[in-house]
């Protein structure tokens, strides 16, 4: 059963910094990519990074270029990502997914790409 599993979420004072994992049962390498999306209160689920295990490209939405950056660990079984300078504007649920079955690399940002679904953390950024 493929299992991601989210976790170090928390409540963070702008400007500070997170560090989100994302366990991959198995390997990274099953899938295809392996992605973080986060959903406001209100808001529809967004794409805001990728990783690529087919070539190592990573994407971003331009929201969070420069601030945020997704890795994996040697072993390819978490995927992290590295929030830096947060804003009140990225408080949110945050899930990982990875997209196992068919994916391009032009719309990685598609909710519907993705087959499996962690459980999501919660990030609240506020003073």
């Known amino acids: 059963q493929v299992q991601l599993v989210e976790s170090g979420g928390g409540l963070v004072q702008p400007g500070g910094s997170l560090r989100l994992s994302c366990a991959v049962s198995g390997s990274a390498l099953d899938y295809y990519a392996i992605t973080w999306f986060r959903q406001a209160p209100g808001k529809e689920r967004e794409g805001v990074s990728c990783?690529?295990?087919?070539?190592?490209?990573?994407y971003y939405v331009d929201s969070v270029k420069g601030r945020f950056t997704i890795s994996t660990d040697n072993a390819k079984k978490t995927v992290y990502l590295q929030m830096n300078s947060l804003e009140p504007e990225d408080t949110a649920v945050y899930y990982c997914?990875?997209?196992?079955?068919?994916?391009?690399?032009?719309?990685?940002?598609?909710?519907?790409?993705?087959?499996?679904w962690g459980q999501g953390t919660q990030v609240t950024v506020s003073s």
């Open positions: 990783f690529s295990t087919t070539d190592g490209m990573t």
């Open positions: 997914a990875a997209a196992r079955f068919n994916w391009y690399k032009s719309t990685w940002y598609r909710q519907h790409l993705y087959d499996y």
